[in-house]
């Protein structure tokens, strides 16, 4: 009998498939992906991008933060790109899913924004593999009782 490859941990499954989910993003300054989970089964995926019917940054000349100046973090409304733990929120909500008791797989910790939207709706935790340092988001997360959880490049490498 053959045997099958290691398989992957639920952790590096998930998250490669937040990932995965980035590789649809249209931002011009970066890609990134979430993915909603409960007992090992998929919610929603959603990645940064344009609200749907408008036009995307690069058919407007290039991207608006970058021609005005604008650093990370700062002046969020100055974008048209819907965050992608925005996106799997709206997902869930187009299709009746609850988000409650769910945890998030993002490739980018959440800003302060993201946070608070999935505190209301509901998750118990959150896992992401690049830092966005915020401490009022990490503040926000502890008190509302929601875990926060970096993945390093180690605990999502698939070990042959």
């Given at each position: 009998m053959a045997?099958?490859?290691e398989?992957?941990?639920?952790?590096t499954?998930?998250?490669?498939?937040?990932?995965?989910?980035?590789?649809r993003?249209?931002?011009l300054?970066?890609?990134?992906?979430?993915?909603?989970?409960?007992?090992?089964?998929?919610?929603a995926?959603g990645?940064?991008d344009?609200p749907s019917g408008?036009?995307?940054c690069?058919?407007?000349g290039?991207?608006l933060?970058?021609?005005?100046?604008?650093e990370s973090?700062?002046?969020?409304?100055?974008c048209?790109?819907?965050?992608?733990e925005?996106?799997?929120?709206?997902?869930c909500?187009?299709?009746?899913?609850s988000?409650?008791?769910?945890v998030?797989?993002?490739?980018?910790?959440?800003?302060?924004?993201?946070?608070?939207?999935?505190v209301?709706?509901?998750i118990?935790?959150?896992?992401?593999?690049?830092?966005?340092?915020?401490?009022m988001?990490?503040?926000l997360?502890?008190?509302?009782?929601?875990f926060?959880k970096?993945?390093?490049?180690?605990e999502?490498e698939h070990?042959?």
């Amino acid at each position: 009998m053959a045997s099958h490859p290691e398989r992957p941990p639920w952790d590096t499954y998930f998250m490669r498939m937040a990932f995965l989910a980035a590789e649809r993003s249209t931002c011009l300054r970066r890609h990134v992906g979430a993915v909603a989970v409960r007992d090992k089964r998929i919610l929603a995926t959603g990645y940064n991008d344009v609200p749907s019917g408008v036009r995307h940054c690069h058919e407007l000349g290039g991207c608006l933060r970058e021609r005005k100046g604008v650093e990370s973090g700062e002046l969020l409304d100055y974008c048209r790109t819907v965050h992608a733990e925005q996106n799997v929120i709206i997902q869930c909500a187009i299709h009746a899913v609850s988000l409650r008791d769910a945890v998030v797989y993002c490739t980018h910790q959440p800003c302060l924004t993201c946070s608070k939207m999935l505190v209301n709706a509901k998750i118990k935790g959150v896992y992401y593999y690049h830092p966005y340092p915020s401490v009022m988001a990490e503040e926000l997360f502890e008190e509302a009782g929601v875990f926060l959880k970096p993945l390093s490049p180690a605990e999502i490498e698939h070990v042959k």
